[in-house]
């Protein structure tokens, strides 16, 4: 793919007058792809790979690369580009697995109501952040949605960038305090938990209750500033619901359409170019054998086996990526027939139980 060169020394000419930014990214420093903090072009590769879109974007100025995986995410986008005035382009390309672009381009679109919450998209906006900062977060960046193009309209479409000239939308960064709720952990064992409902929708219920209540606080290797609430090998039991007409209450925090366009991850083999990883192809195709094919079969003429497994850890691609990568959640799936019922069993490693229900 070629770009163009003259629109890259224009760019590098003008940024030698600039005066730099230094201790940015505030948040996520440790996993944001910094290339020119003094760019106003932003790049949100929602579930792609980070490393994926640098490499496309090698002979191209920009100045961050990052993922949104959630709504939530979207706090810490506008908290980065308030404390760096220079961004005023966001170019959105990448896999939309959760609805999180759409959630942006709603905020852009409608704002928040009087919730804090995002209208007509997912996830809310921090009480720490002002509703005027908000406004000027809508109204200051400009949002460019690549969702669904081709590698090559991206690069087309940065190297047009490249030759657009923007000013900082204010003269100096800023801050805000962080949103910290009030940590309360009760006593436990702190392993060994166990919660049980008709429905998975009334069994996560209870799970988020045990995590609140037990869950010791904890970072992830995203950030140090991004804290959360873990509990050790809980056990969660659905005992009726029925696949067929599956229970969909209000409070879930997301469509019914979600959910059933979300069944293909797991029930093909489909693979999603840019994504680390599908459930679905591990267990299917990744290993060169239909785990899921042979576990039915294996139902079929032997109930009685204990040999009704399908992994989706392929270690020496997972441990390679272990520093720098995204490896499956779901790690496992266990069957058993015992007094004639089918027992299924799924082991996730970790899970985001509140963002990633």
Not at 115 to 131: L, N, T, Y
């Amino acid at each position: 793919m070629k770009v163009g060169i003259r629109a890259w020394l224009w760019y590098h000419e003008r940024m030698k007058s600039v005066k730099p930014i230094v201790n940015w990214p505030k948040l996520y420093h440790d996993i944001l792809k910094v290339r020119d903090p003094v760019n106003h072009v932003g790049i949100c590769t929602l579930w792609t790979e980070r490393e994926i879109v640098e490499k496309i974007l090698d002979k191209l100025p920009y100045n961050v690369i990052g993922n949104l995986y959630s709504a939530q995410g979207i706090n810490a986008m506008i908290r980065n580009v308030m404390a760096n005035p220079n961004i005023r382009t966001i170019v959105l390309w990448g896999s939309e697995m959760s609805l999180s672009g759409h959630s942006l381009l709603m905020l852009m679109k409608y704002g928040v109501d009087e919730k804090r919450k995002i209208i007509k998209g997912r996830g809310e906006i921090e009480s720490e952040i002002p509703d005027q900062v908000i406004e000027e977060f809508r109204h200051k960046i400009e949002i460019v949605d690549l969702r669904g193009q081709t590698k090559d309209q991206l690069v087309r479409k940065m190297d047009e960038l490249a030759k657009v000239h923007k000013e900082p939308f204010s003269t100096k960064p800023r801050e805000f305090p962080k949103s910290e709720p009030k940590v309360e952990v009760l006593p436990s064992e702190q392993t060994g938990f166990y919660v049980q409902g008709k429905t998975v929708a009334q069994t996560w219920l209870k799970l988020l209750n045990e995590i609140y209540k037990y869950g010791r606080p904890k970072h992830t290797r995203y950030s140090k500033n991004n804290e959360l609430k873990e509990i050790l090998n809980l056990t969660a039991v659905v005992t009726e619901e029925d696949p067929a007409k599956v229970y969909f209450p209000e409070y879930l925090p997301f469509e019914r359409g979600e959910l059933e366009a979300y069944y293909a991850e797991i029930m093909t083999d489909r693979e999603v170019p840019g994504v680390a990883y599908n459930y679905g192809r591990r267990m299917r195709q990744h290993f060169g054998v239909d785990q899921i094919k042979e576990m039915k079969q294996l139902l079929k003429n032997r109930p009685d086996s204990k040999k009704m497994l399908a992994i989706t850890t392929d270690p020496k691609l997972d441990w390679g990526r272990a520093n720098n990568g995204d490896t499956p959640c779901l790690v496992m799936l266990v069957g058993s027939v015992q007094d004639n019922k089918f027992f299924l069993t799924a082991h996730f490693r970790s899970q985001d139980m509140v963002h990633g229900c």
